[in-house]
């Protein structure tokens, strides 16, 4: 490796692999720094990456500035992530692959304020995306530097949303898309995407977690391009979920944001969106962040209750397929983003999150299990006293309702009642 292309960074200027825009990959355990135009996606030394700058971006991004590209025309501005492109990260036009996505709104139920016992319960829907999931604001950016960089072929291991935003984003760039799913564990829908946008679906025998290091070893050795979370591009897209939520709130902060756990690259965006808008001024204090894993896929947890002495390992299973993950790869970052944050790390039963769902469908909003373990969390935080019932709540959902069409048919009181096709049939059932 060329000078060029490492350098360990220690100075206000930043390293010499800075790009023109002053941006550059760092190690978040060495330092060492990388150009962002390298196809890496780990240190030397085995840590994560992620995007570092030169110059903040909060000159460059004020709120005036976001207000005025809210009624703008430019196909940027109307993307809810490339709308904040100053901090994301700095790319030719004429690369970025955009639907365009973001731009999702909040919701209050009185129903889902009560189920918590929490009055100030907001929801953020990232099910709104145009593939149905918070995917496409990492996808966006992923998928943009791939083809900045010229490269013909993106791959990823998916519990479904991944693979179906990948597939997309691919399909609008001209790419081929190669997704490397855990046999029988996705849902047919999210399957159905991935397929329908016409992307090579392998069907790996064993879990996501043997999936992702497949994947990652297809990628080194035969040059895919590799878009899963580990890839600090989708974690400068996932920022804006925040960016956006403190937009719309008028930049006032609120003391809880919910979010459910699986491969912790939402944890990890959310963490350093936060950190930076604090840097940038743009809120004067810092929420506390609850990620919220399910009880059969819990790695996180444990380490959690363990004070983060260990990374765990569990053979996961749950009925929110999407988080159904037993060792994330963004645990490094997740846990600084918790500890930064003064998080907290729950865990809710299969039946907790099937509850909070059959709610939050029932009040109209609809979401995918895993997006539900957001409401569940918040009830069984505010049942232990760490919610109080006055604090400010916004849990994000990740994935609508017709993500997984499987687990609403599976519910006991969405059974489809036969009757003959008569007046007499209709009464009867009414009355029933
Ligand atoms: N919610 C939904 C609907 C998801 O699809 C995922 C992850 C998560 C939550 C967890 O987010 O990994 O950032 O902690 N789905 C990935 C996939 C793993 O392949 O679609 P995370």
Redesign the pocket.
């Known amino acids: 490796m060329s000078s060029q292309e490492i350098a360990k960074t220690g100075s206000q200027q930043g390293p010499s692999v800075a790009n023109g825009a002053g941006e550059w990959l760092q190690c978040i355990s060495c330092t060492s720094a990388y150009s962002v135009e390298m196809v890496r996606y780990h240190c030397d030394c085995g840590s994560l990456l992620t995007v570092a700058r030169r110059q903040p971006w909060h000159e460059r991004l004020t709120p005036e500035i976001l207000l005025a590209r809210q009624i703008s025309s430019d196909p940027l501005d109307q993307s809810g992530v490339w709308s904040f492109r100053e901090a994301i990260v700095s790319l030719p036009r004429q690369s970025i692959v955009t639907h365009p996505e973001g731009r999702t709104r909040l919701y209050s139920r009185s129903s889902l304020s009560a189920y918590a016992g929490v009055e100030r319960l907001a929801f953020k829907h990232e099910g709104e995306n145009p593939t149905g999931?918070?995917?496409d604001r990492g996808m966006t950016v992923a998928v943009s530097q791939a083809k900045h960089l010229g490269l013909k072929a993106v791959a990823?291991?998916?519990?479904?949303?991944?693979?179906a935003s990948l597939a997309a984003y691919a399909a609008h760039a001209g790419m081929r898309a190669v997704v490397f799913l855990p046999a029988g564990k996705i849902s047919t829908s999210k399957l159905a995407q991935a397929l329908g946008y016409g992307a090579i679906c392998l069907a790996v025998e064993g879990d996501?977690d043997a999936a992702m290091t497949l994947v990652q070893e297809s990628a080194d050795k035969l040059g895919l391009y590799l878009v899963n979370?580990l890839n600090p591009m989708r974690l400068e897209g996932q920022k804006t979920i925040i960016f956006e939520l403190l937009m719309q709130r008028g930049f006032t902060v609120p003391d809880w944001i919910v979010v459910?756990?699986?491969?912790?690259?939402?944890?990890s965006a959310f963490g350093k969106a936060l950190l930076e808008a604090h840097a940038a001024g743009w809120i004067n204090r810092l929420p506390r962040l609850a990620s919220i894993q399910a009880s059969g896929a819990n790695p996180f947890y444990l380490s959690y209750v363990d004070a983060f002495q260990s990374a765990h390992i569990v053979k996961a299973h749950t009925v929110a397929t999407?988080?159904q993950?037993g060792a994330?790869v963004?645990y490094s970052k997740a846990k600084a983003v918790i500890t930064a944050t003064n998080g907290i790390v729950a865990q809710v039963s299969d039946a907790e999150i099937m509850r909070a769902k059959a709610a939050i469908d029932q009040s109209g909003i609809g979401c995918?299990p895993?997006?539900a373990a957001t409401l569940a969390g918040v009830q069984q935080l505010r049942q232990q006293g760490v919610i109080r019932p006055s604090d400010d709540v916004v849990c994000v959902l990740?994935?609508n309702m017709l993500?997984d069409p499987e687990a609403v048919l599976a519910a006991a009181n969405n059974k489809v009642r036969p009757i003959a096709a008569s007046l007499a049939a209709v009464e009867a059932a009414l009355k029933s």
Do not use: M, Y
């Open positions: 999931s918070f995917k990823c291991a998916s519990t479904g949303n991944t693979s996501f979370s459910p756990a699986g491969n912790l690259g939402n944890t999407a988080i993950i994330p963004n995918e895993a997006s990740t994935g993500k």
